[in-house]
């Protein structure tokens, strides 16, 4: 399995919004005369006297040059960022005091979040930063299901998810682990994870609805379903198999529901028809029954699987 996302890890830096003054207009004088003099240049509000002194160092000590340290009032949720010098070391000057939230950036290592309360005075921030494993994990952790080794691999991708959780696809890597071992609940919670960051992710969509099956969760698996754009899809085997998946169950209403999108959708496929008559006789409508079984054998080839099977249907239609 891979999953749906880039094999080299990229840590993107959250955006900080910054406070961008419009520069003043220069008054000048013209044939007009006097032009209306500019307004002044108002200081950020996140713009105070206090300052916070720092060093950026790894697990070994060993000083972080070039790290980005952004800083955000949190107040105002707006800031500025430092760069670290050859020593580690940054200086964030002109700070107001309160509440602000750091951010520390590096290449090859995971991106580092504390809160920080600023007073008129400071004393100096140590911040270690862990180098950033998540690409040999993942790599790992695909090996590690390939080789049926389930709960090992959901044990590094969970790493990363912890170290990284912008990478909202390892939360589909995490769902097939517990799939695999039928823990449909679990497997259920990181598929909802992996769908708040693609909500239209047609197979996430068909996944989830399986496994809300699989737990008797008929009205969440149809709400599942009822989110797939079937105008997205090019062809109609998935949303029939779900169908089939409930017809399994005995969900003779709901089966017959996705395979009226189906047929709606690809009103020359015949299979939809076929199992919508079976959900017809499943329901004991067999006027229904008996129209989606001719129209079926109407499109069919002589040759299809379910030929014969449909005549003896129709058969036992009065």
Not at 99 to 122: G, S
Not at 141 to 152: H, N, P, Q, R
Not at 211 to 222: G, N, Q
Request: aromatic fraction near 6%; hydrophobic fraction near 45%.
């Amino acid at each position: 399995m891979t999953p749906g996302y880039r094999a080299t890890l990229v840590i993107c830096a959250t955006a900080v919004a910054l406070s961008v003054m419009a520069r003043p207009a220069q008054a000048q004088r013209g044939r007009g005369g006097d032009q209306p003099a500019a307004q002044p240049q108002l200081p950020p509000k996140w713009k105070g006297a206090a300052t916070v002194k720092g060093k950026v160092t790894d697990e070994s000590g060993k000083a972080i040059a070039g790290a980005r340290v952004t800083f955000v009032f949190a107040e105002i949720n707006s800031g500025f960022f430092a760069v670290t010098k050859k020593n580690g070391e940054f200086e964030a000057e002109d700070l107001k005091t309160g509440e602000w939230r750091v951010q520390i950036d590096a290449p090859n290592f995971v991106v580092a979040r504390q809160t920080l309360t600023v007073a008129a005075k400071n004393p100096p921030l140590a911040v270690v930063v862990k180098r950033d494993n998540s690409p040999e994990l993942l790599t790992r952790a695909d090996a590690l299901f390939k080789e049926g080794k389930t709960a090992e691999a959901r044990t590094e991708y969970l790493t990363v998810l912890g170290a990284h959780p912008e990478l909202t696809a390892i939360n589909r890597a995490v769902a097939f682990t517990y799939g695999r071992e039928k823990n449909h609940p679990e497997a259920l919670k990181y598929l909802d994870a992996a769908l708040a960051a693609n909500p239209n992710d047609a197979t996430l969509l068909q996944l989830a609805a399986a496994s809300a099956m699989e737990v008797s969760d008929y009205p969440r698996a149809m709400a599942y379903l009822g989110r797939i754009d079937e105008a997205a899809q090019a062809d109609p085997d998935a949303m029939v198999n779900a169908a089939m998946n409930l017809l399994n169950r005995r969900r003779s209403a709901e089966a017959a529901t996705v395979l009226t999108r189906v047929i709606a959708r690809f009103p020359a496929g015949a299979d939809a028809f076929f199992y919508r008559g079976y959900a017809s006789m499943q329901a004991n409508r067999a006027p229904d029954a008996k129209a989606d079984l001719e129209q079926y054998l109407k499109l069919a080839p002589p040759g299809a699987p379910l030929v014969a099977q449909a005549r003896e249907m129709l058969s036992r239609i009065p």
